[in-house]
């Protein structure tokens, strides 16, 4: 089991930026694919972002064009850019690492709130 540590989230008037990072316990380059999901209260956790080892990443259609998710293999790190925050974008965001089919490791979570 990889450990995934978030960090990153905060506050942020609308329209601004935030970098969210995630740190795993251990190599992630044999990792199938690197995630970014969010929950926001009352609803479901839902995908964010997903970067596999190779092939193209994957955006869920209301932050394509606002977010960039990318990875290093190198450090271990996945990221998340995220711009032109949007109120609705307020939610706990959580890493996650898919091995095999299914998602099988996830972070703590960090908070991103983004005020009008």
């Known amino acids: 089991q990889v450990q995934l540590v978030e960090s990153g989230g905060g506050l942020v008037q609308a329209g601004g930026s935030l970098r969210l990072s995630c740190a795993a316990s251990e190599s992630i380059f044999s990792i199938n694919v690197m995630g970014w999901y969010r929950q926001a209260p009352g609803k479901q956790r839902e995908m964010v972002a997903t970067?596999?080892?190779?092939?193209?990443?994957n955006y869920a259609d209301s932050v394509k064009g606002r977010f960039t998710i990318s990875r290093d293999n190198v450090k271990n790190m996945v990221y998340l850019q995220m711009n032109s925050l949007k109120p609705e974008d307020t939610a706990v965001y959580y890493c996650a690492a898919k091995r095999g089919l299914f998602w099988r490791d996830w972070g703590q979570g960090t908070q991103v709130t983004v005020s009008s």
């Open positions: 970067i596999p080892k190779e092939g193209s990443t």
